[in-house]
């Protein structure tokens, strides 16, 4: 199974602050991967696909690099809005697999 | 407009099983998989399998065989997620969750509102 490690598994941070997580997988998935954003009680929302493209009706804020074993999603200016978890997803082989998620908090 | 519809929250006993709905509209059924994801309370996703909306075949994620059981009704756009002998681990969140093409390996757009499954004594 290809494993996906993402970090941090959470982070505190200010309106306005540029945020970067990153996912790696345990071996190359090419640009098989999507970022969710996920509020609480609510299901993922999709934000980026094929690594770096932006899903459509997304905030330019957001945007997604990588290939291979290491991936990035990066908020360029953090918005009251952002505040969620975010998830990386591999669906490069079977079983595809998630990132264990990061945490976005209020500092 | 794709719609994924799921079935309201479950309260079962230990032993008991459950069956979830997740009803299509907005495309064509049998053109796209369908994957199913749990959500334990505060965990994270995990990726239980999909099921081939065209050939109804299965395939499951390790830890998510012989209790779990994958379904569809093409004529009514369904899909079923059935759980037999339920534990108390099987509380979790469960999403259906439409592939972007006709194989799981093809990325996930469209989710369902997830169907909260308690199991309890």
């Known amino acids: 199974d290809i494993q996906m490690t993402q970090s941090p598994s959470s982070l505190s941070a200010s309106v306005g602050d540029r945020v970067t997580i990153t996912c790696r997988a345990s071996?190359?998935?090419?640009?098989?991967l999507n970022w969710f954003q996920q509020k609480p009680g609510k299901p993922p929302k999709r934000l980026i696909f094929g690594a770096s493209n932006l899903q459509g009706g997304v905030p330019s804020r957001f945007s997604g690099s990588g290939s291979g074993t290491e991936f990035t999603l990066t908020i360029s200016s953090l918005q009251p809005e952002d505040f969620a978890t975010y998830y990386c997803?591999?669906?490069?082989?079977?079983?595809?697999?998630f990132g264990g998620g990061t945490k976005v908090e209020i500092k | 407009q794709v719609q994924l519809v799921q079935s309201g929250s479950e309260l079962k006993k230990p032993g008991a099983s459950v069956k979830v709905s997740c009803k299509a509209s907005?495309?064509?059924?049998?053109?796209?998989?369908m994957n199913w994801v749990r959500q334990a309370p505060g965990q994270g996703l995990e990726w239980m399998g999909w099921?081939?909306?065209?050939?109804?075949?299965?395939t499951y994620a390790q830890g998510f065989t012989g209790r779990f059981v994958f379904s569809l009704d093409t004529s009514v756009g369904t899909a079923y997620l059935q759980i037999d002998s339920l534990k108390a681990e099987d509380t979790a969140v469960y999403y259906c969750?439409?592939?972007?093409?006709?194989?799981?390996?093809?990325?996930?757009?469209?989710w369902g509102q997830g169907t909260l499954v308690t199991v309890s004594s």
């Open positions: 099921i081939n909306t065209n050939t109804g075949n299965p």
């Open positions: 997803l591999q669906h490069n082989n079977y079983p595809q697999t």
């Open positions: 969750a439409r592939s972007e093409g006709n194989t799981a390996l093809r990325g996930v757009l469209w």
């Open positions: 907005g495309y064509t059924f049998t053109s796209y998989a």
């Open positions: 071996q190359g998935i090419r640009n098989d």
